[in-house]
């Protein structure tokens, strides 16, 4: 690997997950390109790359690597400044939280999907379950570990920001009442990097996706009101 990779980052555009690894470029301050692709209608050279058929994919220098957690790992022990705290228990547990993140996600996305209420309401309460808990995880902010930027921030980043469209949008607020929560989701999608992080009419893209998958949110999108929540 050279001193300076050229570094390609494979993408989808309202992939959360590629957005983890986004914003991590642009917290390091490091020049990278950027290549979307249809997930609907995956490329023949995409598909030889990627060994699971999902983005993100990182080419290092030609070499490839996928799953966001990997990429954003690799990407803080090349180029600096470090992104995971020094302590080792500190950096265990800020990984083990963003574990914990990958199973909000999938609350979300399933909440996507949900065809009937009573499903829809399932996955929401497992949502916001789910956030309480991560609530009494969190000390005073702005940020995760506290003023500092981490690489768990940037794990959730996707997740705040797509929680900020149901918001929008939706009238659907998976954490109101919870202060800390609020706080971070201030702090984070206000900075530059998160901002930046997005394709400009994400929005718009983030609400088509959710009105083709024909679900209990897509009947509210359909109806332009917000959800029974």
């Not at 705290?85 to 996305?109: V, Y």
């Not at 949502?127 to 609530?135: F, I, P, Q, T, V």
């Not at 989701?185 to 718009?204: G, I, N, Q, Y």
Request: hydrophobic share 45%; charged share 30%; with cysteine.
């Amino acid at each position: 690997m050279s001193i300076s990779p050229k570094l390609e980052l494979i993408s989808f555009k309202t992939c959360p997950f590629v957005q983890r690894s986004v914003v991590t470029l642009l917290e390091k301050g490091v020049d990278f390109d950027i290549t979307y692709i249809d997930l609907a209608n995956k490329p023949d050279w995409f598909l030889e790359i990627s060994p699971l058929g999902k983005v993100p994919v990182l080419k290092v220098d030609g070499e490839i690597l996928f799953e966001s957690a990997v990429i954003n790992e690799f990407l803080d022990e090349i180029i600096p400044p470090a992104l995971h705290p020094s302590d080792p228990l500190l950096k265990a547990k800020n990984r083990a939280w963003i574990e914990f993140g990958n199973q909000i996600s999938g609350d979300l996305f399933q909440l996507m999907h949900a065809k009937d209420k009573e499903t829809y309401f399932e996955k929401k309460n497992a949502a916001r379950e789910k956030l309480e808990r991560l609530e009494g995880q969190l000390g005073d902010g702005p940020l995760f570990n506290g003023e500092a930027f981490s690489l768990a921030d940037a794990a959730y980043a996707g997740t705040l920001r797509r929680m900020d469209v149901f918001k929008r949008h939706l009238g659907l607020d998976l954490i109101a009442g919870l202060p800390k929560m609020e706080k971070w989701s201030a702090a984070m999608l206000s900075r530059p990097a998160v901002k930046d992080s997005t394709v400009e009419d994400f929005d718009e893209l983030y609400l088509a996706r959710l009105e083709k998958m024909g679900g209990y949110i897509a009947g509210a999108l359909d109806k332009k009101s917000t959800l029974d929540i």
